[in-house]
């Protein structure tokens, strides 16, 4: 009798050490995975929109290179012509090789800027970053594709500013998310990515 429950004791005891084990193996390669892919399927997808040359365009006018998805606005203050101009210099210093890249900015902001707004913007910029604009719903469509957040927020002299969400989605040649950039980062970091996704060698 006393050894059956001696055995029960064991048989317990294993069973919970099993679970625990099998709870932290199944916890670290669950935040494992996690970290390494972001919801990488689900970030990108069709959009269909206007250029600021004023041409329709869609998602697939832009597959066969890999692309830089930026979402932003022209009345933006500092996060976008900051993301612009380190985009134009990551540009200018690929030189040529940059053409294997498309870089899109579609604005959060459509009310503003149309295609005109759109190109006399850009022209401060590189002229292989191209303005995208459409229909508020077009728009929203395009931001729910690729897990933007974008909101109004009143300015007290009547008008308004926009919050939105400030990464660079970096897309492969056949449209899948592959990786992120951030404006932020040191623009060494950018510079590898970048060199890595045109498969150049890093000098
Ligand atoms: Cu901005």
Redesign the pocket.
């Known amino acids: 009798m006393r050894k059956i429950r001696q055995n029960a004791v064991w048989i317990g005891a294993t069973l919970v050490a099993l679970i625990l084990v099998g709870a932290v193996l199944f916890g670290s390669n669950y935040l494992r995975d996690d970290r390494a892919l972001p919801k990488v399927a689900e970030i990108g997808g069709p959009f269909s929109l206007v250029d600021h040359h004023g041409k329709s365009v869609t998602d697939r006018d832009y597959l066969g290179k890999p692309t830089l998805v930026f979402f932003?606005?022209t009345h933006?203050p500092n996060?976008?012509p900051t993301t612009l101009f380190e985009i134009t210099n990551q540009l200018k210093e690929l030189g040529p090789d940059a053409d294997r890249l498309n870089v899109l900015f579609i604005t959060v902001d459509p009310e503003r800027d149309t295609p005109q707004q759109l190109a006399l913007y850009l022209s401060s910029f590189d002229p292989r970053i191209t303005g995208l604009t459409g229909g508020p719903e077009n728009i929203l469509a395009a931001e729910k594709a690729y897990h933007v957040y974008a909101k109004k927020v009143p300015l007290e002299d009547g008008g308004y500013t926009?919050d939105?969400t400030?990464t660079i989605a970096v897309m492969n040649s056949k449209g899948q998310y592959v990786d992120a950039m951030h404006y932020q980062a040191p623009s060494t970091a950018m510079r590898a990515k970048l060199h890595r996704l045109l498969n150049l060698k890093d000098s």
């Open positions: 932003g606005f933006c996060v976008c926009m939105h400030a």
